[in-house]
Antibody, heavy 122, light 108 residues
Framework: QVQLQESGPGLVKPSQTLSLTCTVS??????????WSWIRQPAGKGLEWIGR???????NYNPSLKSRVTISVDTSKNQFSLKLSSVTAADTAVYYCARGGDYGDYEYFQHWGQGTLVTVSS | SSELTQDPAVSVALKQTVRITCQGDSLRSYYASWYQQKPGQAPVLVIYGKDNRPSGIPDRFSGSTSGDTASLTITGAQAEDEADYYCNSRDSSGYHVVFGGGTKLTVL
């Protein structure tokens, strides 16, 4: 059973870069036709997709965040990472990592991390 | 604003049937997937593709699509089904993932 676990600082200062890592266990990050995503959720609000990386290294980002987001993968460590630059209080949220599957006319996230709260504050 | 539109809140009497909808142009080309989220927990996939349930999801959950609207139906709602429900699919470009704004389901 694939498991995902987010890690990283819980507090980031405004204008700095938020950095999170997702460690995948129970399977290789390189196997299968999957992609690896970051999704966030401000308190009391809905889910927002941040972006994804395929095992090929190809990425797609939410257009509203694209200028500030970088997602990368380290297959040797079975991890993928998120960097979000120039953060403001609006970036305060629970950040989830998830494994996605793209099946042509549908895609879905079956495996999620537990989520990690990141607060942007001085 | 999301490209997928959901009603903010829906209620259903215990053991009755409820339909939660998700509307968006991209749903004419792509199926929606549905997630259940309870307070303090990560979302859980309940329906994907045309009408598929992951292992462990009760068969009272089902999915359907008509035109630009996808629906999640719970037949015989239980108290434990009270949660937030989110749909997701692709955006109109087909290159990005989008989520609906979520529907809070109350079981009366």
């Amino acid at each position: 059973q694939v498991q995902l676990q987010e890690s990283g600082p819980g507090l980031v200062k405004p204008s700095q870069t938020l950095s999170l890592t997702c460690t995948v266990s129970g399977g290789s990050i390189s196997s299968g036709s999957y992609y690896w995503s970051w999704i966030r959720q401000p308190a009391g609000k809905g889910l927002e997709w941040i972006g994804r990386i395929y095992t090929s290294g190809s990425t797609n980002y939410n257009p509203s965040l694209k200028s500030r987001v970088t997602i990368s993968v380290d297959t040797s460590k079975n991890q993928f990472s998120l960097k979000l630059s120039s953060v403001t209080a609006a970036d305060t949220a629970v950040y989830y990592c998830a494994r996605g599957g793209d099946y042509g006319d549908y895609e879905y996230f079956q495996h999620w991390g537990q989520g990690t709260l990141v607060t942007v504050s001085s | 604003s999301s490209e997928l539109t959901q009603d903010p809140a829906v209620s259903v009497a215990l053991k009755q049937t409820v339909r939660i909808t998700c509307q968006g142009d991209s749903l004419r080309s792509y199926y929606a997937s549905w997630y259940q989220q309870k307070p303090g927990q990560a979302p859980v996939l309940v329906i994907y593709g045309k009408d598929n349930r992951p292992s462990g999801i009760p068969d009272r959950f089902s999915g359907s699509t008509s035109g630009d609207t996808a629906s999640l139906t719970i037949t015989g709602a239980q108290a434990e089904d009270e949660a937030d429900y989110y749909c997701n699919s692709r955006d109109s470009s087909g290159y990005h993932v989008v989520f609906g704004g979520g529907t809070k389901l109350t079981v009366l």
